[in-house]
T-cell receptor, first 108, second 115 residues
Framework: DGGITQSPKYLFRKEGQNVTLSCEQN?????MYWYRQDPGQGLRLIYY???????QKGDIAEGYSVSREKKESFPLTVTSAQKNPTAFYLC???????FGQGTRLTVV | AQSVSQHNHHVILSEAASLELGCNYS??????LFWYVQYPGQHLQLLLK??????LVKGIKGFEAEFIKSKFSFNLRKPSVQWSDTAEYFC?????????????FGAGTRLAVHP
């Protein structure tokens, strides 16, 4: 089945630790995106990538980092510099965006 | 910078009422436009999209949207809502900028339909 896989579904981390969220797609899409969803704020763009080894900052990139070493993979690292990391994170790919199931990150 | 505005944050309707959700965007170049729906506890689903051609786009579940280029708008409509339409609706714009496809979303409209 073609689609986007995000893992894990739930993630807990201690404050001050970096954490990496996985996103894999087998749709052969060039474009991939990371969003953060918070109640009442919709989806805010963190990073996006059009091709391998290239990516652009979105509207709320501070405290996050990404890599795009392979077309099918676009992992997101939430660093200790992100002041409010607890959120629901969504990965998407393609023009018109196919979405993964999301990862709910809780930092305690 | 590109932005997407959804005018109504919360909408409450009775079943069989007509629905129109507003969406405006700010970007002067080529855009692709989308509406997504998120039912409680579920992930985002694509309702409809506009790339080119007929500005009146029909989507799933009886929804439609009209692209009005002069108004930078892409409003979502449904003639008669059902209780099962209770969900959050997101407008999104894919703007081609500097060779990149940048897909940005509005803040969402939460629709509650009462039987």
């Amino acid at each position: 089945d073609g689609g986007i896989t995000q893992s894990p579904k739930y993630l807990f981390r201690k404050e001050g630790q970096n954490v990496t969220l996985s996103c894999e797609q087998n749709l052969n899409h060039d474009a991939m995106y990371w969003y953060r969803q918070d109640p009442g704020q919709g989806l805010r763009l963190i990073y996006y990538s059009q091709i391998v080894n290239d990516f652009q900052k979105g509207d709320i990139a501070e405290g996050y980092s990404v890599s795009r070493e392979k077309k099918e993979s676009f992992p997101l690292t939430v660093t200790s510099a992100q002041k409010n990391p607890t959120a629901f994170y969504l990965c998407a790919s393609g023009v018109g965006a196919f979405f993964g199931q999301g990862t709910r990150l809780t930092v305690v | 910078a590109q932005s997407v505005s959804q005018h109504n944050h919360h909408v409450i309707l009775s079943e069989a009422a007509s629905l129109e959700l507003g969406c405006n965007y700010s970007y002067g170049g080529t855009v692709n436009l989308f509406w997504y729906v998120q039912y409680p506890g579920q992930h985002l689903q694509l309702l409809l999209k506009y790339f080119s051609g007929d500005p009146l786009v029909k989507g799933i579940k009886g929804f439609e949207a009209e692209f009005i280029k002069s108004k930078f708008s892409f409003n979502l409509r449904k003639p008669s809502v059902q209780w099962s339409d209770t969900a959050e609706y997101f407008c999104a714009v894919n703007a081609l900028s500097g060779g990149y496809n940048k897909l940005i979303f509005g803040a969402g409209t939460r629709l509650a339909v009462h039987p």
